[in-house]
């Protein structure tokens, strides 16, 4: 069983950044395609970035620029650097693998920005 346990979120200002992270309860990084996910008040949750065990990296196009994934292998843990946030990136951030496990989901961590 593989527990996910995210951090890092909090309350920040329009334009502002965050460091999200992912830790993992034993190594599950180093032959799967990772990914951040997000869930808005009232809406479904959607995927926001990936990373596979290739370090190759995707984002869906309303975080683009903004956010940069990123993982640790050694320290079974996963990253999301979001920068320039605004008041849309609203919500309750999760990772996952990609796809997602349905045991895998953690609690999320909130991220909640002003305008």
């Known amino acids: 069983q593989v527990q996910l346990v995210e951090s890092g979120g909090g309350l920040v200002q329009a334009g502002g950044s965050l460091r999200l992270s992912c830790t993992a309860s034993r190594n599950i990084f180093s032959r799967n395609t990772m990914g951040w996910y997000r869930q808005a008040p009232g809406k479904q949750r959607e995927w926001v970035a990936l990373?596979?065990?290739?370090?190759?990296?995707n984002y869906a196009s309303s975080v683009k620029g903004r956010f940069t994934i990123s993982r640790d292998t050694a320290k079974n843990t996963l990253y999301l650097q979001m920068n320039s946030l605004q008041p849309e990136d609203t919500a309750v951030y999760y990772c996952n693998s990609l796809p997602a496990v349905p045991n895998y989901w953690g609690q999320g961590t909130q991220v909640t920005v002003s305008s």
């Open positions: 990373s596979t065990s290739g370090s190759t990296t």
